[in-house]
């Protein structure tokens, strides 16, 4: 178990480290997240929403896009990307690259556990 955790880390870099261990520093609606978001650009932030896109097109270059173009870069984790469906709603762990209307991006991003705590920012 500790050689796979090893890998996944030298794969994923630090920072999938932080995003598999670390506590996100803010929890969003996707509805909400151009509004109250852009203070947390460069941190770790989660997000629920729904799926409006996959994109595993490009070689090491997973993409889940969700509503209110929220671009989530899920990089090398092609089955993870691949196991969204259209419309589901889902939990995207990631730290906050972008936070403009029509250009939002989560870059590390994963996918979380939607059974872990989640308590979404008020805007």
């Known amino acids: 178990m500790l050689l796979l955790a090893g890998v996944v880390m030298s794969l994923s870099g630090c920072q999938g480290w932080l995003l598999d261990y670390g506590d996100p520093d803010a929890q969003f609606l996707q509805k909400d997240l151009v509004v109250a978001g852009r203070s947390f650009e460069g941190k770790h932030i989660t997000v629920k929403g729904t799926v409006t896109k996959v994109d595993v097109g490009q070689q090491g270059n997973a993409r889940v896009y969700l509503g209110d173009d929220i671009e989530c870069n899920l990089g090398t984790f092609r089955a993870m990307a691949e196991g969204c469906r259209i419309g589901s709603v889902v939990y995207v762990d990631g730290f906050l690259k972008r936070c403009r209307a029509g250009n939002i991006l ?10 872990a705590p989640f308590k979404p920012e008020n805007p």
């Open 106 to 115: 989560l870059d590390p991003a994963i996918l979380r556990d939607p059974n």
